[in-house]
């Protein structure tokens, strides 16, 4: 079965905190693909991120950076210092074929 | 990346009409497209997945004949909600994809439905 959780429903920080988002997937597939989106209040999704399951090398861009663990299973997502404009919700995807399986997602509040 | 425009953003219609929803992908080919129902605070629902000159392929539990999906062509799917009740009332997202897995999915703006 295919499945991706995110456990944290909603996170508060003051601006400047690092912040961590998680992210565990299920899949039985050898080949498959990891993708982070941010929803800001207007309600469109923004593409953060691509990860296939072959490079488990961290990236980072910016104030972004992203870690994944084929061993545990999970592509954790931090933002460091962050910003006000930060606060979204944001969706942990994990693409089998023909189909992307979302995370409920995980609002973030970036409080000044 | 690639720009998915969807279209209307908003629309308010009366209970047993129809309503279509568009979803262009502006500048690549896109040879699937996922539409998603997303209730409030709450993850997106994929309701259908349909190729490119295919019939969509429907989620467990969604009814074919009341969300009428059409993809007709490599940049344009439909979305048609058809004789439309208070409960379809809801956030209808799509998003444009080409074949692989390797490829990431973009997603239009969002239409909020409201059926009064």
């Known amino acids: 079965a295919q499945k991706v959780t995110q456990a944290q429903t909603e996170i508060s920080v003051v601006e400047k905190e690092d912040v961590t988002l998680d992210c565990v997937y299920e899949?039985?597939?050898?080949?498959?693909?990891l993708f982070w989106y941010k929803q800001p209040p207007s309600g469109e999704l923004v593409f953060l991120i691509r990860r296939n399951s072959f490079d488990e090398q961290n990236e980072i861009s910016g104030r972004y950076s992203w870690n994944f663990q084929k061993s545990t299973s999970s592509f954790n997502f931090t933002i460091t210092a962050s910003q006000v404009v930060d606060s979204a919700v944001y969706f942990c995807?994990?693409?089998?074929?023909?189909?992307?399986?979302f995370g409920s997602g995980t609002k973030l509040n970036v409080k000044p | 990346g690639a720009v998915v425009s969807q279209h209307p953003s908003r629309v308010i219609c009366k209970s047993g009409t129809s309503v279509k929803i568009e979803c262009r992908s502006l500048d690549f080919q896109a040879t699937t497209m996922f539409w998603y129902r997303q209730f409030p605070k709450q993850s997106l629902m994929l309701m259908a997945t349909s190729n490119e000159g295919s019939k969509a392929t429907y989620e467990q539990g969604v009814e074919k004949d009341k969300f009428l999906i059409n993809h007709a062509s490599l940049t344009l799917s439909t979305l048609t909600v058809t004789s439309a009740h208070p409960e379809d009332s809801s956030f209808y997202i799509c998003?444009?994809?080409?074949?692989?897995?390797?490829?990431?999915?973009?997603f239009g703006q969002g239409t909020r439905l409201t059926v009064v």
């Open positions: 995807a994990l693409r089998g074929f023909n189909k992307f399986y």
């Open positions: 998003s444009a994809s080409g074949t692989g897995l390797n490829t990431e999915a973009f």
């Open positions: 899949t039985r597939d050898t080949t498959y693909y």
